[in-house]
């Protein structure tokens, strides 16, 4: 049992480690709110980040999802809930750098160890001129029906016109 503890321990050192490693890839963290006070270990928290779409300038996106503290959230292998919330904005004139298919993946974050990721994909409202973007959470098993949908109408910033996302869709 002491072997498979040790193993445990040494595993999510490592995770955490290469985790550092990718932190230029990660969101920004604006803040974290204790939710659960816990004895001697970290606190269940609510966490709010931060990130860019990277396709597209000029959309920021921020999201809300909670974190397990006691000693599996401390060690890292906790499985995390599927509840996540997701607002994005237009934040300065908007460009698009290349095309994208409807529910293209903007962003994935791991939720547990091995299975669950959280991802937030991107479409277009091509009626509208909007676009949408959808957070939600899957297993490889089975996924959750949990998500939040947040939308972005295009809109003139200064002089600059906004594109046509319609014209950035791959058929």
Known sequence: MRFLTAAAL???VCLQGAGLA???DEPDLIFK???VW????PDHKLATYAIDDPLVDGVACHFTVPEKGGVSGWLGVAEEVSDVSLACRQVGPVTIKENFE?????FRQRRSLVFKKMQIVRGCDTKRNVLVYLVYSDKLIEGSPKNSTSTVPLMPWGDQQPPKCADYLDD
């Open 10 to 12: 040494a595993l999510s």
């Open 22 to 24: 990718l932190a230029s």
């Open 33 to 35: 709110k204790s939710t």
């Open 38 to 41: 816990k004895f001697l270990t």
């Open 102 to 106: 409807q529910g293209e993946e903007m």
